[in-house]
């Protein structure tokens, strides 16, 4: 895959768990509590109402005596209808004759489940320890070998395991620190399909080969589905990370809360394997250089700093917020290494982002509560000529509702709903195919998104 495929089949490692590219801003994954979900996320590092806390902020552990589980279900319902409005090949990068790109239009959303688990324990009335297991970055798009995109990608496939041990510190009665430590496992399977006649063709026109030769295999129809081939890109890798939290309650019912989540550096080892049409086809590629190999690459996970506020108005309301900040501009380029020593980089420019929620709960009773909230993400994707068809990217806005019920004075069980709306994402993204001398062709997929997505969370909540 060289060059050819994974300058745009990398990208995808952008969102990672089992998820589709239009739920998250980026490729976070924010589904990591029902209560959170059900008042988007608003509380984030100073609610600690559960478990999840693991997460959000560790501090939060040292508000809970006893021992505290929390485990979800998130099933992710997303919709990304793709229009194309002009793709076409060699769009004039090298000099050559356009050719209009055809094949279908396509919904590459997939539905997914995403779990989570969590666990706290008081060693006594000042140290709690915790455990946390869950999906933090996903991607499951997947498109059929004859829609129009395909130069640009086929399925990607990208899931994340974090292990998040954690130990907090309750300082005095109204400041407590916390402290995790992640171990975090990505696996990336990655495919699109190559244009065997236009790299046929295009070697012809530097005469590296006689054209008789790519009349002879049949090459000679760029953007000829039939006579494409395929690569497929693995790779996986395990690395380490850090979180602090701080949490600080001024007054009986209000507190305030900081977490900072480290980045995490990937160093992805896997293979790139090509499958092809014919055996004639594979001859032509061997020579052209599309062989499998050994391929590797780097990947900045960004870090994270959230800042949040809770506020119990009375005995049935409260109200909370809260701004988390990204440093997505990590992902400024991506390097790719290959056996053959024909590396690839490619720009990426990515800008950090801020996420704003606010929220409110109500408790009707002793049995129910209810919650909601709303917010506002930005997307890391600066523009149109930097999105692709892996992570059509773009701001939205999610509006969320969620209630608990408590079976018992142990056990909980919580619901949430989001609907996030996306500002439709549009591509007018070029992918380079410099893979070899002889192959010099593009692609420019131009098109628009018509995405939003469907969350439903339940999760059970038990304390002894």
């Not at 395909?150 to 005095?172: I, M, Q």
């Not at 990505?186 to 530097?206: F, G, R, Y």
């Not at 080892?269 to 061997?286: I, K, L, Y």
Request: glycine fraction near 10%; charged fraction near 15%; charge should be negative.
């Amino acid at each position: 895959m060289k060059k050819v495929s994974v300058k745009t089949i990398f990208p995808a490692l952008i969102l990672a768990g089992a998820v589709s590219n239009v739920f998250a801003a980026g490729f976070a994954i924010s589904e990591q509590s029902v209560k959170g979900l059900g008042s988007a996320f608003s509380g984030g590092a100073a609610s600690a109402d559960d478990a999840s806390t693991v997460w959000y902020n560790p501090a939060g552990m040292t508000r809970f005596s006893g021992t505290h589980i929390s485990a979800a279900l998130h099933g992710i319902f997303p919709n990304a209808d793709y229009t194309d409005t002009g793709s076409i090949l060699n769009p004039g990068l090298t000099g050559g004759t356009p050719v209009p790109l055809t094949g279908k239009n396509f919904d590459s959303a997939k539905n997914a489940i995403v779990p989570n688990f969590y666990m706290t324990h008081s060693i006594n009335d000042r140290i709690s320890v915790g455990f946390g297991m869950n999906a933090p970055f996903g991607l499951v798009t997947d498109h059929d070998g004859d829609w129009i995109g395909r130069y640009h990608a086929l399925r990607s496939d990208v899931a994340t395991v974090n292990l998040n041990p954690s130990v907090a510190f309750k300082v005095n009665d109204r400041f407590s620190v916390g402290i995790g430590f992640s171990a975090q496992y990505i696996d990336v399977k990655l495919s699109q399909s190559v244009d065997m006649s236009a790299a046929c063709l295009s070697a012809a026109s530097k005469g590296l080969v006689p054209l008789s030769t790519c009349a002879g295999l049949g090459l000679t129809t760029p953007g000829n589905p039939a006579t494409d081939a395929q690569s497929r890109l693995e790779g996986s890798d395990w690395s380490f990370g850090y979180n602090i939290g701080f949490l600080f309650e001024p007054m009986e019912g209000t507190r305030f809360g900081l977490h900072y989540r480290s980045h995490i550096k990937h160093n992805l080892d896997g293979a790139v394997e090509f499958f092809h049409s014919s055996p004639a086809t594979a001859g032509f590629a061997a020579a052209a250089g599309l062989v499998n190999q050994p391929a590797s690459a780097g990947l900045d996970l960004p870090e994270s700093v959230s800042v949040s506020g809770f506020h119990q108005i009375n005995s049935r309301w409260s109200v909370q917020g809260d701004i988390t900040w990204m440093k997505w501009n990590r992902f400024n380029e991506l390097a790719i290494t290959f056996a053959n020593g024909r590396d690839s980089v490619t720009p990426e420019q990515w800008d950090n982002t801020l996420r704003y929620a606010v929220g409110t709960t109500f408790a009707m009773n002793d049995k129910f509560t209810l919650r909601g909230g709303i917010a506002f993400d930005e997307t890391p994707i600066p523009n149109k000529e930097l999105r692709t068809p892996r992570i059509a990217d773009q701001d939205r806005i999610w509006v969320a509702i969620g209630g608990t019920y408590h079976v018992s004075d142990t056990i909980s069980l919580d619901l949430g709903y989001t609907h996030i709306f996306v500002d439709d994402p549009q591509i007018d993204y070029v992918s380079n195919f410099p893979s070899t001398p002889h192959f010099e062709d593009s692609s420019l997929l131009k098109g628009t998104y018509d995405a939003s997505v469907d969350i439903f969370s339940v999760q059970a909540n038990i304390e002894f």
